[in-house]
């Protein structure tokens, strides 16, 4: 149990162009899931929180109106990148909470990521 | 002062060595701990999940928890090619599902 997929897993695109993520908690609902980057051998930075039904949450120092935020449904949330530039290029995960924790108690858990190239 | 430090490494060690893998936090209102291993260009996958002080125990890992000294360590025995991998600590103050101050993480080597 408490998988979270996410599509594409890999995207290369050129600069100016827009790109969408998709993240899916596959067995559970997930009323809040989570954006992270993470820059090569580095940890991961929260960009921003996304609950259901509302406005996204953003860290600070992270542009609302470059990373787009959708969380339509309990199991789905996208990130769009929008006019994407080289320095965007990085790793992105998402995080989906699942209050049961498959036992474990309330918990996060990650998707395998996707890797952005923008040429 | 980062709020989570953890040894970057890397650490290598040979198969069947134990290893012991550490943070050090500076908010005394963290309650909720976490080890995830990330894999090279996978998301992280959680190992261990505790709750106040104390240890815990899964198979081969066990985790430990000092809120007094603020530390936390991850212990692996009788490692494996297989734990070579980077693994981050995790906290929260209020709920693991809540959002997570990660440590810098240490990459693990163990070699056959």
């Known amino acids: 149990g408490a998988v979270v997929s996410q599509h594409p897993s890999r995207v290369i695109c050129k600069s100016g162009t827009s790109v969408k993520i998709e993240c899916r908690s596959l067995d559970f609902q997930a009323t809040t899931m989570f954006w992270y980057r993470q820059f090569p051998k580095k940890s991961l930075m929260l960009m921003a929180t996304?609950?259901?039904?509302?406005?996204?949450?953003?860290e600070q120092g992270v542009e609302k109106d470059k990373f787009l935020i959708n969380h339509a449904s309990l199991t789905l949330s996208t990130l769009t990148v929008t006019s994407a530039h080289p320095e965007d290029s990085s790793f992105y995960i998402c995080?989906?909470?699942?209050?049961?924790?498959?036992?474990?108690?309330?918990?996060?858990?990650f998707g395998p990521g996707t890797r952005l190239t923008v040429l | 002062q980062k709020e989570v430090e953890q040894d970057p490494g890397p650490l290598s060690v040979p198969e069947g060595a134990i290893v012991s893998l550490n943070c050090t936090y500076s908010?005394?209102?963290?309650?909720?701990f976490m080890w995830y291993r990330q894999y090279s260009r996978k998301g992280p996958e959680l190992l261990m999940y505790t709750y106040s002080s104390g240890n815990k125990e899964d198979g081969r890992f066990t985790a430990q928890v000092d809120k007094s000294s603020k530390y936390i360590s991850l212990f692996i025995r009788d490692s494996q090619p297989s734990d070579s991998a980077t693994y981050l600590c995790a906290m929260s103050d209020n709920n693991a599902g809540n959002m997570l101050t990660f440590g810098g993480g240490t990459r693990l080597m163990v070699k056959p």
């Open positions: 996304s609950n259901e039904g509302s406005k996204a949450t953003y």
């Open positions: 908010n005394s209102a963290f309650q909720y």
């Open positions: 995080s989906a909470r699942d209050p049961q924790g498959g036992g474990r108690g309330d918990t996060q858990y």
